[in-house]
């Protein structure tokens, strides 16, 4: 059973940091691009960033880049989001996706399995 495990959502002051896990367990996803996207009320799910198992190739979307970095752990099958200067408008439910298309697609579309979700929360 493929499961995708996501944590270390929490509350944090604007300015502050954050690090996420996705834990990823049940098949080989070596041939897969990991991914994070968010979700806040009452908008769309949006792509933040994602990466090929070697980590060497990575994709940030421009709302996020040079604040946000994306890597990953293969001895571990756990791919890691760094948060940095985190912002009200970063809050959301943020979800591990996993599938098999290139790094930097962004549509939800191309990605077959999910995580439950982490929520982050920033308060101004």
């Known amino acids: 059973q493929v499961q995708l495990v996501e944590s270390g959502g929490a509350l944090v002051q604007a300015g502050g940091s954050l690090r996420l896990s996705c834990a990823a367990s049940g098949r080989r996803f070596s041939s897969y691009a990991m991914a994070w996207f968010r979700q806040a009320p009452g908008k769309e799910r949006e792509f933040v960033a994602s990466?090929?198992?070697?980590?060497?190739?990575?994709s940030h979307a421009d709302s996020v880049k040079g604040r946000f970095t994306i890597s990953s752990d293969n001895a571990k099958n756990t791919v890691y989001l760094q948060m940095n200067s985190l912002n009200p408008e970063d809050a959301g439910l943020y979800y591990c996706a996993a599938g098999r298309t290139g790094v930097g697609d962004t549509r939800l579309a191309a990605f077959e399995y999910w995580g439950q979700g982490t929520q982050v929360t920033v308060s101004s």
């Open positions: 990466i090929n198992w070697s980590g060497i190739v990575k």
